[in-house]
C-alpha cells in the first residue's frame, strides 16, 4: 500500500478510501522540512520538499496525519504524528549553520548571554524583508531565525524581537490532540523576562506607525 493511503487509514480507519483521491508529490520549492496539503473535491494532494523522500516512511506519515487533522479539523493523536513532531523538535541538531549576519549574529549573542546563559546553539540567523507584518520568524526546519529589516537601525528593538524567535527556539512547540501550540502559558511567561519587554511592545508600535507614514509618502 502507497505511503499515503496507510497513513490515512491509519488515522481515518472510519473513513472510506475509496471516496478519495490521494496524491503525494516531493518538490524542491519549500525550504527543507516543509511542506503543505490541498484539499478540494474530496482530492488530496501533499506537496513535501525533496528533504522528506530520505526520512522514515513513519514520520512522513505523521507529518501528511497532521496535515490531514488539520484540513479535517479533527481533534486526534497518533504514534506516527508523535515521531514527527520528535522529528520536528531535534532537526536544528542536524542542521548545517551556514547563514548568518554580523549585525543578527551580535544581537543572538548579547540576548544569549543575558537570558540563556549562553546556552542557546547559535542558528542560521538572516534578515528578511521589510516587513511591517512579519516581524521576526523561526523555522525548525532550517533551524533559522529571520527578522525583519525594519530593525536594523534600532538595537534594543532588534534585541527584543530576537528575544522572541529564541523562545521559540527553546520551548519548541506544545503537541495536544494533534494540534500544536507555540505560544504556551510557559512561553508567555519567558517572554515577559525581557527587560522594559512593555516598553518594547511600545517602541516596536511606534516604529510601525512611523514606518508606515513614510512607506505612504515616500
Known sequence: MKLVEQAFIDLFPEKNL???ELILKYNNKFKPY???VKYRNNK???SLSKKWKTIS???QAGLMQSLLIKIFKEKKNTTNIDLYNIFMKNIHIAVPKTKTDPMLESS??????KYFYGLIEKPNLVFGNNSLRKLGSYEYGS????ISRIFQDKEDLLDYIMYHEVL???HKF???NGRNYHHTTKFRTDEKKFENSKEMEKGINRLIRNKKLFFMFC
Do not use: G, L, M, W
Not at 543572538?108 to 548571554?113: A, D, G, I, L, P
Open 18 to 20: 475509496e471516496n478519495y
Open 34 to 36: 516543509n511542506a503543505n
Open 44 to 46: 488530496i494532494q501533499f
Open 57 to 59: 516512511r513513519e514520520i
Open 108 to 113: 543572538f549573542t548579547r540576548v544569549n548571554e
Open 143 to 146: 533551524d533559522t531565525i529571520s
Open 168 to 170: 521559540h527556539k527553546k
Open 174 to 176: 506544545k503537541n495536544k
